[in-house]
């Protein structure tokens, strides 16, 4: 559902903010390195910690999700920059919506035409900046924030 996507990406931008004011690129923002948790509402970055560096400083490594996900114009510098945590952000919403590309997204009714475009959009020069483009987005998408339930549990992933 795109209001469970909707509040997963506020919750990682969110973190990327947070990211970008102490320096630091994850890198590796994917499936497998974002934990979400419907009982507690959060989303944490529990894995992919070894390809973080600090803001500018030169990329040893990335995952190859990584490099398929970010423009190159964005990976010419092989520079730490908080721009790949944000497209890696987008990738993700794009890949939980079932369309990895985000070529379908525009038609697809169930996703908010300004959610689709700001998926479809680059991020903006900051974190903050790009926050406070998100959450025009959600809001003209979505509406007021209000909290929908997810009924998902562990035992419903993890049997």
């Known amino acids: 559902d ?63 999700r990584t490099l398929n996900a970010v423009p190159p114009i964005v990976m010419d510098a092989k520079r730490a920059a908080c721009a790949v945590d944000q497209e890696l952000i987008r990738q993700l919403a794009r890949e939980m919506l079932g369309d990895p590309g985000g070529t379908k997204l525009l038609r697809d009714k169930s996703v908010p035409t300004a959610f689709a475009l700001w998926l479809s959009h680059p991020p903006a020069s900051s974190a903050y900046v790009d926050y406070c483009n998100w959450e025009m987005a959600r809001e003209a998408g979505f509406g007021p924030r209000k909290f929908v339930e997810l009924q998902v549990s562990s035992d419903d992933i993890y049997r």
Do not use: N
């Open 2 to 64: 795109p209001r469970h996507v909707a509040w997963i990406v506020s919750g990682l931008s969110s973190l990327v903010c947070y990211l970008e004011w102490a320096g630091i690129m994850h890198g590796a923002i994917a499936p497998d390195t974002v934990f979400v948790s419907p009982k507690h509402h959060s989303v944490a970055l529990l894995g992919g910690w070894w390809y973080a560096a600090h803001t500018g400083d030169k990329l040893r490594a990335l995952p190859q």
